[in-house]
């Protein structure tokens, strides 16, 4: 009688072992999806279904519309501060796990209360209010269109949306952090835009 040596037994062994132990163990992959459908039971006993949607924070702005996966927004953020001593900016950036910056802001004037010339804040307002006039005179929206000055702010892999005020600023940021919290679809459209 011949033997068999001993050492490929052994592997052919333990190459078939685990296929023999998965086939007998797998009842298990069952098991789990019997669980995972027990917990999806309402109370009524009925299996509710899977959510299919994927929650996204939608905001519909005049110059292009923002969407994001709310599970991709990593923070929320804002800051003012001075563009070249005469321009106060109010920004709200939205940082996510891609590669994209979205940046929400607020141009004013920058209007100390001792002007060197005299000029106070009602004057810079009246100037503002003519140029609005002017724009919505020839169909131009200026107030809400970024500024970007090529090359010095190329502003690469940054989304940008102008708004026409703080107001509309703080009601994105309130809804973006309300979404994000309570990770449930939501659009938002700020009042201007809805026209």
């Not at 939205?94 to 209360?113: M, V, W």
């Not at 724009?135 to 269109?145: E, G, L, Y």
């Not at 690469?156 to 005020?165: F, G, P």
Request: net charge neutral; with cysteine.
């Amino acid at each position: 009688m011949k033997r068999l040596p001993a050492l490929p037994f052994l592997i052919i062994l333990c190459l078939i072992a685990p296929i023999l132990f998965a086939q007998k163990g797998g009842g298990g992959g069952n098991q789990n999806q019997n669980q995972n459908q027990n917990q999806n039971q309402g109370q009524n006993g009925q299996a509710s279904p899977t959510p299919s949607v994927l929650p996204m924070w939608v905001c519909n702005m005049p110059a292009g519309a923002y969407i994001v996966a709310l599970r991709s927004v990593v923070s929320i953020s804002t800051q003012q501060y001075l563009i070249d001593g005469h321009t106060q900016v109010t920004e709200l950036d939205i940082d996510t796990t891609g590669c994209a910056l979205a940046r929400f802001y607020y141009l004013e004037p920058n209007t100390p209360s001792n002007t060197p010339l005299g000029i106070g804040s009602g004057t810079i307002g009246t100037a503002q209010q003519l140029l609005q006039q002017g724009a919505d005179a020839t169909n131009q929206d200026v107030w809400q269109k970024v500024i970007k000055n090529y090359p010095m702010t190329t502003h690469a892999k940054t989304i940008e949306y102008r708004v026409q005020d703080k107001t509309t600023l703080t009601a994105i940021q309130t809804s973006l952090q309300t979404a994000w919290q309570n990770n449930v679809n939501t659009t938002f459209t700020p009042p201007a835009a809805a026209n």
